[in-house]
């Protein structure tokens, strides 16, 4: 008997810790009921003040999570190592968002809410904010205990080909379909003629433009970032849709008319080249998949990379600084 309820005893620990260590829909629903509305009313004002807010977390989110997983690793600002120093991570802004929340939280209920999960919900908010999908993500995500820069050398990049990209986010456990997908949150946002200049003026092999870029749009790109001019000068990466959170970003890429690199080497792999082209065939309106609900799965799917429970992890008190 004794044997018997030591066995239970054993299980009930194994099934609650195994429970505790998930994620969830609603995890601070009890313990800081107003954490998700906090977040959002920050992101809201951000964007309020800069339209640019919106693609910003969703970036930041993003090179969270590829990195040591989606657990704040990129916020910590611990000098000359920092991740968030990391090359990969040029550009990456949105940590005063991120902070502001933590510190409104922080005098709401201490000690609970993590930066990883304001990470997240930032991001969630940043795509609803855009007139996109409206979804609810999981939390419960501890923050990381390690940030460095040397660990960011895994990053997806713009000029990586289709079989990199893939094996990078096979990697961390996304299939071809998030790939695709998850390349069009850049239906949002701008980036920098920095990001150009191979592309339009030294691609390789011969130099050159790309020539996957559709010549009519050429003339463009190469007005906007001309060879040796401001390379800090900004462009919609969703050209005609920059604003608003839509598959024409998918429509652009299928037609040449890509701004980035990495986002017309989705057409250089039959599989890719597939996903892309099912939102948009005769019958895809009424039975083909559903970009926006690919899109928020596959954001789900990010959402659980590397994530920190337990002992291997810990609430930040302020989301820059280890505790």
């Known amino acids: ?67 040591e997983g989606c657990d704040g690793s990129i916020l910590i600002d611990n000098g000359k190592d920092s991740e968030r120093l990391a090359f990969a991570h040029q550009g990456v802004q949105g940590y005063d ?17 993590s930066c990883s999960d304001i990470v997240t919900m930032a991001a969630r908010d940043a795509v609803a904010f855009s007139r ?34 893939k094996q990078k986010f096979n990697e961390k456990g996304l299939n071809d379909k998030d790939l695709v997908v998850l390349s069009a949150a850049h239906t949002i946002g701008t980036t920098a003629c920095f990001f150009m200049g191979d592309r339009l003026y030294n691609f390789a092999p011969g130099g050159g433009p790309d020539p996957s ?32 959170f839509d598959n024409q970003i998918l429509q652009n890429i299928r037609s040449g008319f890509a701004v980035l690199q990495s986002d017309a080497k989705l057409m250089d792999d039959p599989t890719t080249k597939g996903i892309v082209d099912s939102y948009f065939g005769a019958l895809s309106p009424l039975i083909g998949p559903s970009f926006e609900a690919d899109f928020v799965n596959s954001m789900v799917r990010m959402g659980r990379i590397g994530t920190k429970t337990g002992s291997n992890g810990n609430i930040r008190r302020v989301c820059k600084a280890f505790n």
């Open 1 to 67: 008997m004794r044997t018997v309820v030591l066995i239970m005893i054993v299980l009930f620990k194994l099934i609650f810790g195994f429970s505790k260590a998930q994620l969830q829909v609603g995890f601070y629903n009890n313990v800081c009921p107003n954490a998700e509305s906090i977040v959002a009313g920050f992101v809201k004002d951000a964007a309020n003040s800069n339209p640019q807010i919106p693609a910003i977390m969703l970036r930041l989110h993003f090179h969270d999570c590829f990195v």
């Open 132 to 165: 996109g999908p409206v979804y609810e993500v999981e939390t419960g995500r501890k923050d990381g205990l390690v940030s460095n820069l040397n660990l960011a050398d895994r990053m997806p990049d713009v000029k990586d080909s289709i079989q990199l990209l």
């Open 97 to 113: 968002v991120i902070e502001n929340a933590k510190a409104k939280l922080e005098s709401v209920c201490p000690g609970v809410v």
């Open 213 to 244: 870029i559709n010549p009519s749009f050429l003339p463009e790109l190469t007005h906007t970032c001309p060879k040796n001019g401001n390379v800090n000068t900004r462009l919609p990466i969703d050209r005609g849709s920059g604003e608003k």
